[in-house]
């Protein structure tokens, strides 16, 4: 199923518990209201992936329906406190997981005026959406608190 395509691009056990690997559900892909975009309960995934942590997920079920869809706003919204968390953890390396719907709004950030220091090139090159099972690089330097 392609809802568990990000459970399944990272290890099912974490064998270096000095990394953690943890779910959350900040930088789950865009909700559109398709059924595609629902989660299994936690409960379940927990079975299925015990390497990773779920603690940061309160809700074993996903609490959005069929009947919920998050507009371009609301997901930007998202994709700026997932930021946000993002800044305060403390390893200097990082990979995040997500979906392109999702990345696509998180790369948007850098047209926003809170990332003025990104270079027009950069930019540029994050606004395009991601491709099927890239990766890409990004270095982050917060040196202040995002708003």
């Known amino acids: 199923s392609s809802r568990q ?5 990272s290890p099912s056990k974490n064998s270096d518990a000095a990394v953690p690997i943890i ?14 975009d629902l989660r299994r309960p936690i409960s379940t995934l927990r079975e299925e992936f015990p390497g990773i942590d ?16 998050e507009d371009a706003e609301m997901c930007r919204n998202r994709a700026k406190r997932f930021l946000q968390w993002l800044c305060t953890r403390p390893e200097q390396r990082i990979a995040v997981v997500s979906h392109s719907g999702f990345l696509k709004h998180l790369f948007a950030l850098t047209e926003d005026g809170m990332h003025k220091r990104v270079a027009p090139m950069d930019a ?9 099972a890239e990766m890409r690089a990004v270095l982050l330097a917060a040196h202040r608190k995002i708003d």
């Open 5 to 9: 395509g990000s459970m399944q691009a």
């Open 54 to 69: 779920f603690s940061m997920i309160s809700d074993d079920d996903d609490p959005f329906t069929t009947d919920v869809q």
């Open 23 to 36: 779910a959350l559900e900040l930088c789950r892909e865009r909700i559109t209201g398709l059924p595609c």
């Open 124 to 132: 540029q090159e994050m606004r395009q959406r991601p491709l099927h």
